[in-house]
C-alpha cells in the first residue's frame, strides 16, 4: 500500500507560480509517478509523469511552463508551475504505481485568476 499527500495547491492570479508536492508513505524509488489534474464538469488528464530512472512526459498544453522532479530522500514529487493561465484551474491529483498497482492522492485545488 502506498499513501499520497498533495500539497501546495492554492489561489494565484494568472502569469504566477505555484509548486505542488506529494509526499509518499515509502520509498519511490521503483515507481513510476505522476501529476493528473480534473477541471470541473472535465475528465481527469495526465499533466505530468516521472519514471523511477526520471525520465519526464508532459501533456502538450503544460510544456515549457510545468516541471516534474522528485526527491528520492523525501518520497516526494514536485510539479513546479510557472505562467500559469486561468484554465490550469482544476484540482490536481497524485498517482504511483508500484508493482501493478495504482495509487491516489487525495487533491490540491489550483485556481489561477483572470
Known amino acids: 500500500q502506498v499513501q499520497l499527500v498533495e500539497s501546495g495547491g492554492g489561489l494565484v492570479q494568472a502569469g504566477g507560480s505555484l509548486r505542488l508536492s506529494c509526499a509518499a508513505s515509502?520509498?519511490?524509488?521503483?515507481?513510476?509517478m505522476g501529476w493528473y489534474r480534473q477541471a470541473p464538469g472535465k475528465q481527469r488528464e495526465a499533466v505530468a509523469s516521472?519514471?523511477?530512472?526520471?525520465?519526464?512526459n508532459y501533456a502538450d498544453s503544460v510544456k515549457g511552463r510545468f516541471s516534474i522532479s522528485r526527491d528520492g530522500a523525501k518520497n516526494t514529487i514536485y510539479l513546479q508551475m510557472s505562467s500559469l493561465k486561468p484554465e490550469d484551474t482544476a484540482v490536481y491529483y497524485c498517482?504511483?504505481?508500484?508493482?501493478?498497482?495504482?495509487?491516489w492522492g487525495q487533491g490540491t485545488q489550483v485556481t489561477v485568476s483572470s
Open positions: 498517482k504511483a504505481r508500484w508493482w501493478g498497482s495504482e495509487y
Open positions: 515509502r520509498s519511490i524509488g521503483s515507481m513510476f
Open positions: 516521472i519514471t523511477s530512472t526520471e525520465d519526464t
